[in-house]
């Protein structure tokens, strides 16, 4: 079993719809955890973290963490093209990151 | 402005050659971290160092070296034993362990041998 399991996609969303990504991890120990967003070529960079169960809003997007199920989500609301790219999960234990593979989206105009 | 700065963007190794990429961060953060990319794979940890003068081996740590002699810099030498070299490397750094803020990444230097 990966430490970090994602939908690989591609997950193809029209613009002003919500895109729905999923993670389930492996290690109960994670007590943290991030989503990167990463365009084609370039780096990852932050854009959510949570570390209590329920939901965390910032702007367009939440994050939902249920520890008990080992499961993260992130929602992107009101979808743009800029939003167009890979998003990778990541949990944090013993102060190293595990990333998923990630999940590819592409919103269409 | 702060940040982390990778180089070369672009390298080309020849078979049984060393190469060093560079990392220097002015964040005044502890940790440091290198990350192996490959095409629609997610991110490998190679090493890491939490402090100066020390480093661990990551999950694919062989056919690579390190070294932290100082808290900005994180050079890594990817070596000829290194079978498969061609990836993304992508240097990250991250204060309190990483546990509230994540880490910041550079913008990677791409590996090619040639």
């Known amino acids: 079993q990966k430490e970090v399991e994602q939908n690989s996609g591609p997950l193809s969303v029209p613009e002003g719809a919500i895109a729905s990504l999923n993670c389930t991890y492996s290690?109960?120990?994670?007590?943290?955890f991030f989503w990167y967003r990463q365009y084609s070529g370039k780096s990852p960079e932050l854009i959510m973290s949570?570390?209590?169960?329920g939901d965390k809003e910032d702007g367009r997007f939440t994050a939902q963490l249920n520890k008990a199920s080992q499961y993260v989500s992130l929602l992107i609301r009101d979808s743009q093209p800029s939003d167009s790219a890979t998003y990778l999960c990541?949990?944090?234990?013993?102060?190293?990151?595990?990333f998923g593979a990630g999940t590819t989206v592409t919103v269409r105009a | 402005d702060g940040g982390i700065t990778q180089s070369p963007k672009y390298l080309f190794r020849k078979e049984g050659q060393n190469v060093t990429l560079s990392c220097e961060q002015n964040l005044n953060h502890d940790a440091m971290y290198w990350y192996r990319q490959d095409p629609g794979q997610g991110l490998r940890l190679i090493y890491y160092?939490?402090?100066?003068?020390?480093?661990q081996k990551g999950d694919i740590a062989e056919g690579y070296s390190v070294s932290r002699e100082k808290k900005e810099s994180f050079p890594l030498t990817v070596t000829s034993a290194q079978k498969n070299p061609t990836a993304f490397y992508l240097c990250?750094?991250?204060?309190?362990?990483?546990?509230?803020?994540?880490?910041?990444f550079g913008s990677g230097t791409r590996l090619t041998v040639v």
């Open positions: 949570i570390y209590s169960n």
């Open positions: 290690d109960r120990v994670s007590q943290s």
């Open positions: 990250a750094s991250s204060s309190a362990g990483g546990t509230n803020y994540g880490y910041t």
């Open positions: 990541a949990p944090l234990r013993d102060y190293k990151l595990s």
């Open positions: 160092s939490q402090i100066v003068n020390d480093f």
